[in-house]
């Protein structure tokens, strides 16, 4: 029987502390596999530090390695749509370059595969390890998701995600600029099953997320998946529509009844700064889907590649 390959892919942005143990854990896992040949593909996404030199230096050692070198940093996101187009496995296993996704795991992973299922995502057992302010936006932000959105874009899913050949072939069909890779995940469909982990500790150097790009990549999450939002400032601009002309109606008769009085500064003036607020955030929110229409309208490339270790593609 020929064996299949197994891709382990790796998005790296400066992580030349992580490289080297990298490689040496995921080796020692992928060695081990009787049943399958497989390949290292670390995405470098730009990194500015020697991670580009140490995954040189061991691709010319050691042709299970392979490199894509982005030619610039695009982002975790984009790194792993690169990487889905340069994976050759007939199985891909998505790990963090600071080894967060333990490889050890694989194997168990591949049992799964072997049963059948197309994408077999780690999902953290808790997020005991975090602070209260992540873990309760978090959980706020997967319900609001969960009701604005149709697709069930799974909760506390991680990257951590082993996938079969046409489950890749699948997210390669997804090529839009601004990537909420989650929920192109649960876009695809097919058979998904669900292992429990507890991410390790980082290995080294320190995390690219802070809370501002966590918040973006939220954002990304909802105007890409829902058009809610657009419809909400529809609502909003009907509820206050309606409450302001009962109003008229409730002034004209006040008129017509005890006459006009020149009062009424304060009411007047809390009524303009409500409505200019509502169509100011109703813009805001049009202008969130325009700026992404603008971005997919001009076609860029998503990416583009300074060099690929392998044989070309
Ligand atoms: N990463 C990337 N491009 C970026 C930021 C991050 O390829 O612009 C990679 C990073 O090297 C790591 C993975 O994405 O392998 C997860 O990043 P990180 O550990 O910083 O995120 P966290 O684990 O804290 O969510
Ligand atoms: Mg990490």
Redesign the pocket.
Known sequence: MKKQLLTAL??????ED?IYELYNRVTNVLKGLKNYDYEILV?????KDNTLSILEELHAKDKHIEYVNLAR????E???AAGFDYAKGDVVVI????L?TPPELIPEMLKYYEEGYDDVYGRRKSRDDETFLKRFGTKLYYKALQSLTRVDILKNT??FRMLSRRAVEALKKYREQRRYTKGIFALIGFKKKEFLYM?AA?FA?????NYLSLLNLAVEGITSFSTFPLRLSSILGFVTALVGFIYILFLVIKTLIFGADIKGYPTLLSVIIFLGGIQLLSLGVIGEYLGRIFNEVKNRPLYLVEKYSGDNK
């Open positions: 790796v998005p790296a942005y400066n992580e992580c995405i470098n996404d730009g990194s940093n695009y982002g975790k984009t790194a792993m790990l963090d370059a600071d967060q991680s990257d991410p980082r150097g320190k995390t690219k997320w």
